[in-house]
């Protein structure tokens, strides 16, 4: 089965911009998605198909893909922006999660 | 608004069986598949399953295929995961989730319902 890859961890100072990658071969052929956990919450759709935002999620959150890579941008970052961020895809009938990053803001 | 409630989670020892169910509302439930996923403890997510619109098309994580079996009553707007032959890397909270109109995205999920496996 397919892989997603994401960096552990990343690390932005407040109203910088902050990005994290996904890569894989399903990330190249299929609908990519993002997801916010925050600690002790369920998480939350932040991107869907590689770059819209569901309605509610701020205009800071942007995505993109370039081959087998996505890209997640947060834009002036915020302190409640640190949170785990994963990026989802699919591999054939199967749904497939980034291990996730951690995104901490100090 | 959408809500989705898990419950049947529970403490119970490794090879024995247990049901989870997931009740659903402020939506249009036989218009979205749905899925479980799970969330071991301090670790990232996990697909577990999901099902079609009318319950007739299902796939499964390699992990828990031929254990675990989902299904959905339209009816009572609920959605369900029989999980059989349980293992401690069964441990986690597992979240009930509806999938979005295209089918691609995971939109609306709930709370989750704590699975425990321990001798």
Partial sequence: SYEVTQPPSVSVSPGQTASITCSGGSVGTNSVSWYQQRPGQSPVLLIYEHSSRPSGVPERFSGSKSGNTAT???RGTQVMDEADYYCQAWDRSTVVFGGGTKLTVL | QVQLVESGGRVVQPG???RLSCAASGFTFTLYAMHWVRQAPG???QWVAMTSIDGTNNHYAGSVGGRFTISRDNSKKSLFLQLNNVKTDDTGLYFCVRGDISGWS????????????SS
């Fill in chain 1, 72 to 74: 997640l941008t947060i």
């Fill in chain 2, 16 to 18: 024995t069986s247990l």
């Fill in chain 2, 43 to 45: 670790k990232g997510l």
């Fill in chain 2, 106 to 117: 995971l939109e609306h999920w709930g709370q989750g319902t704590q699975v425990t496996v």
